[in-house]
């Protein structure tokens, strides 16, 4: 069972959106869970992370302060509440599972290159006026 990603659509500069991420039942306890988006012709970007652990999160450079990712572990659910949207969010976004329990950064930012546990399939968000 894979991870499914859902709330997509279409929303104005500086609107909002949230995403939802429906997980197979005890994902939450022990991987961490991330936003990734691809937009066309650009490489895979690592947007969000919370941890298994303790909910810790980390962000992407170009989505802090605007996006927060939350989860509630009861449903099995993680959401990416995406804020003050810009048209360069536009893309597809897809949650994932890590290896781990834990968020991989770099200096205080969700960077991630790798392999991933799961990857589920993503939806689609536009930004245009």
């Known amino acids: 069972v894979q991870l499914q990603a859902s709330g997509g659509g279409s929303a104005q500069p500086g609107g909002s959106l949230r995403l939802t991420c429906a997980a197979p039942v005890g994902t939450l306890d022990y991987y961490s869970i991330a936003w990734f988006r691809q937009a066309p012709g650009k490489e895979r970007e690592g947007v969000a992370c919370?941890?298994?652990?303790?909910?810790?999160?980390v962000y992407g450079d170009s989505v802090k302060g605007r996006f927060t990712i939350s989860r509630d572990i009861a449903k099995n659910t993680v959401y990416l509440q995406m804020n003050l949207l810009k048209t360069e969010d536009t893309a597809i976004y897809h949650c994932?599972?890590?290896?781990?329990?834990?968020?991989?950064?770099?200096?205080?930012?969700?960077?991630?290159?790798?392999?991933?546990?799961?990857w589920g399939q993503g939806t689609q968000v536009t930004v245009s006026s």
């Open positions: 994932a599972s890590h290896h781990t329990g834990l968020c991989p950064y770099e200096r205080g930012t969700y960077y991630y290159t790798g392999r991933l546990r799961s």
């Open positions: 919370i941890s298994a652990s303790d909910g810790t999160t």
